[in-house]
């Protein structure tokens, strides 16, 4: 049984065996329904327990199919409907009940330490479906989206980030320092990752620059992600915000500054950090990168069930 809360945690060998598998198994279901089942179904009478504490659409439908694609079913719980934690039942006793009934569970929480807590508690693996600080399943598969259409090693590319410092960017440097790739990320100084995040960068050998000046931080870029400028649940000024972000926002002078194949990726929900020429243009790949979701999830199930081929 294996966590997978934080790409930090995880090798660098495992984490290409999720992508390597996810390779294999998209290749092999061309002709399939969303609701057809891989042959063998590895994770047949498994039951995945998923939990959203904050609006999800992309990683509860993609989850959804993983586990049914793989054989296995999905139950949604809303915090709102069971005992935790208006009713009073603890995190610990609440777990128990999860690894009764269920063979993985999935969080998307706002508390980081909620991970930590249900991980003492479970005997079953645990899967981050997004919290404040990380946002793993969604980088992992914007690796396998980037290395499907540029048809390269990660290690060979250089990406750019333009936006807000937020949780999918903590997970994406995680993976820079992982896959050993380069990462420019443009923000404006107030908004720079925090204190823990440049401590981590600094800790490890990485290629990871930070610039207050867009241009710079997409100059010669292969790849450019971005996401909304205001984050789900983020208690600040919007007006303000998006008003210091005016200079970062990704147009056709911005990505003119990048290679002439640089593609844009952007995790959704979108805001007005990117214009519609470029988010609905040929250089856009955002609709595929939602739906590798499902590949690189059902890929990550099997590492979390030790059944990765």
């Known amino acids: 049984m294996k966590h997978f809360i ?14 390597n598998d996810a390779k294999k198994r998209k290749g092999l279901r ?11 179904a590895p994770l047949k009478g ?3 327990l998923q939990m959203f504490e904050k609006s999800s659409l992309r990683t509860r439908l993609s989850f959804y199919l993983s ?36 063979d993985a569970f999935m969080l998307r929480t706002d508390s980081d330490q909620k991970f930590n807590e249900f991980k003492k508690y479970l005997s079953v693996p645990i899967i981050n479906g997004l919290s404040p600080s990380s946002h793993p399943t969604q980088i992992l598969s914007d690796i396998f989206t980037v290395e499907e259409i540029k048809k390269k090693p990660i290690s060979k590319l250089s990406i750019s980030w333009v936006g807000d410092s937020n ?3 903590n997970s994406l440097i995680a993976a820079s320092i992982k896959f050993s790739f380069k990462l ?3 923000c404006p100084k107030k908004y720079a990752p925090r204190k823990n995040i440049l401590d981590y960068i600094n800790m490890n050998k990485n290629q990871i620059s930070i610039f207050d000046d867009a241009k710079t931080a997409v100059t010669g870029a292969d790849v450019i992600f971005s996401d909304k400028v205001i984050s789900l649940n983020d208690k600040v000024n919007k007006k303000k915000k998006i008003a210091q972000f005016k200079k970062f926002k990704i147009d056709k002078k ?43 999830q059902k890929s990550i199930l099997l590492y979390c069930f030790g059944k990765l081929r």
């Open 6 to 19: 934080n790409l930090r945690d995880i090798s660098e060998t495992n984490l290409r065996k999720i992508l």
């Open 67 to 102: 586990i049914r694609q793989l054989g296995g079913s999905a139950l949604t719980l809303r915090p709102n409907e069971i005992h935790l934690p208006k009713g009073g039942e603890s995190i610990g006793d609440t777990a128990k009940i999860l690894s009764n009934y269920g």
């Open 30 to 40: 061309k002709g399939f329904s969303n609701l057809d089942i891989d042959k063998g």
């Open 167 to 169: 949780n999918v960017l």
């Open 184 to 186: 420019n990320i443009g």
């Open 254 to 296: 911005l990505m003119s500054y990048a290679k002439k194949d640089c593609i844009f990726l952007h995790c959704l929900p979108r805001g007005n950090e990117v214009t519609d020429d470029i988010f609905l243009g040929k250089k856009s790949h955002v609709w595929q990168q939602a739906l590798n979701r499902v590949h690189v």
């Open 46 to 48: 498994k039951l995945l």
